[in-house]
């Protein structure tokens, strides 16, 4: 079956700190991938997502994620993060299955909880 | 665009009754419609796949029974919970994807409602 690992469970960062947030994916086929982003009290919103291209995306407030393929990896960076970044991060996968067209499913990873000290 | 509400966003109710709970698409028609549930601290798990017109997918382990998906139109679709327990109280999300002739490869999530069994 299809997984999603985020192995950072929670993760303590000062202001302006650098931030990268794991996730690894077992599917072994094309591939959709997202991050998620569930501030306290708000419903998830779509950082970035990669379908194909340049495995480098650029999403929104300063955020981006490298997908490599050999390492089955779509790791999310922000070179500096801020107080407002606090937030339950997602990472989200969609395996590519021709014969599903329509019903793609999105796997959830279990969530890192990302905590800025001002 | 793209906005996806539910109403309610909070409910209580006792044991054994049932609740509905309502997902729209606001500004798109959606083909396919998700609903996850949450449960505090941990990921969303996917519980069905509803498409406009025919019966919900629902994933292993969920009654059919118990979670009724109607998705009548292409912009509604409800989740009643049916004899709710004690054990049924977690938060419900919906997301809705695909317009006609689309995949489902993009979702907007609504706000999710919290659902309490006393």
């Known amino acids: 079956a299809q997984s999603v690992s985020q192995h950072n469970h929670h993760v303590i960062l000062s202001e302006a700190a650098s931030l990268e947030l794991g996730c690894n994916y077992s599917?072994?086929?094309?591939?959709?991938l997202f991050w998620y982003v569930q501030y306290p009290g708000q419903h998830l919103q779509l950082l970035l997502k990669y379908f194909s291209g340049d495995p480098l995306v650029k999403g929104i407030k300063g955020f981006e994620a490298e997908f490599i393929k050999s390492k089955f990896s779509f790791n999310l960076r922000k070179p500096s993060v801020q107080w407002s970044d606090t937030a339950e991060y997602f990472c989200?996968?969609?395996?590519?299955?021709?014969?599903?067209?329509?019903?793609?499913?999105?796997?959830f990873g279990t969530g890192t909880r990302l905590t800025i000290i001002p | 665009g793209a906005v996806v509400s539910q109403h309610p966003s909070w409910v209580i109710c006792k044991s054994g009754t049932s609740v509905k709970i309502e997902c729209r698409s606001l500004?798109?028609?959606?083909?396919?419609m998700f609903w996850y549930r949450q449960f505090p601290k941990q990921s969303l798990m996917l519980m069905a796949t509803s498409n406009e017109g025919s019966k919900a997918t629902y994933e292993q382990g969920v009654e059919k029974d118990k979670f009724l998906i109607n998705h009548a139109s292409l912009t509604l679709s409800t989740l009643t919970v049916t004899s709710a327990h004690p054990e049924d109280s977690s938060f419900y999300i919906c997301?809705?994807?695909?317009?006609?002739?689309?995949?489902?490869?993009?979702?907007?999530f609504g706000p999710g409602t919290r659902l309490t069994v006393t």
């Open positions: 997301s809705a994807g695909g317009t006609s002739g689309r995949s489902s490869y993009e979702q907007y």
């Open positions: 500004d798109f028609q959606a083909t396919t």
């Open positions: 989200a996968v969609i395996r590519i299955v021709i014969s599903n067209f329509g019903n793609e499913k999105l796997t």
């Open positions: 599917y072994g086929g094309t591939v959709n």
